[in-house]
């Protein structure tokens, strides 16, 4: 069975600073690190007009794409 994850598009880790790394766990309650080990709960989201949007990735084309390099 494939594993979707889903990405905070433009989201910046703040722990290795890496970009779009912050992914929502399945649950929705808490956002983590792909690259590091960063958790955090997620942030209530009240202002229905930013920008942030949700991707959905496959995470194995993600480790596939991150292994490339
Ligand atoms: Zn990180």
Do not use: H, W
């Amino acid at each position: 069975m494939k594993r979707f994850v889903q990405f905070i598009a433009g989201a910046i880790c703040p722990e290795c600073k890496s970009k779009d790394t912050i992914a929502l766990n399945p649950a929705d309650d808490e956002i983590y690190c792909v690259k590091c080990d960063f958790v955090e709960k997620r942030p209530e989201i009240k202002d229905s007009n930013n920008n942030s949007e949700i991707k959905v990735i496959n995470i194995d084309d993600f480790r596939k794409n991150r292994d490339k390099n």
